[in-house]
């Protein structure tokens, strides 16, 4: 099924049972039996997507492979990347795939789980069944099974803001 305001460039192909929701952009990408994408989903060169992937709402693929089941369900970049099976790629999950001169390559293994907001700087791969935590800027490879927290603490400063926000209004010409 293809809903309405799909944009399709060269190189697509499509398994039946695939839905494409409306507002997508798909080129160079293939999409798998049963597989969901979209709305408003972008599917560039190299995308391809096994049996019953869902990639869903504002999420942009480039260069990387989904195996069956695997989700990014919405606000996501996923690029020159391997994905397993059945894993979960959190909302916010960016893969920063690019150094300003080379690209490099993010593995995620099958039923991982990726907590929103994770940056993962490849190169650099997520083992089966681990877990990163939500905010995470992970930097180093994790092990299957484990757990990856890479976030400063949170330090509060009480009336920080109502101070500086008196000190900015004083030094604003009139």
Known sequence: MIEPNVV??????????????AF?????????????????ARLRP??????????????EVKNA??????QASHLTYVGDADIGARANLGAGT???NYDGFSKFRTSIGEDAFIGSDTALVAPVSVGARAYTGTGSVITKNVPEGALAVARARQHTYE?????NRQAKRKDKPK
């Open 65 to 70: 492979k989904f195996a069956e089941q695997a």
């Open 159 to 163: 009336g920080w803001a109502d101070a």
């Open 8 to 21: 399709f460039g060269k190189g697509v192909k499509i398994a039946k049972g695939a839905r494409i929701k």
């Open 24 to 40: 997508c952009h798909i080129e160079g990408a293939e999409i798998g039996q049963g597989a969901s994408v979209g709305p408003h």
């Open 46 to 59: 190299g995308t391809r997507l096994a049996a019953g992937v869902k990639i869903g709402n504002f999420v």
């Open 94 to 96: 960016i893969t920063c």
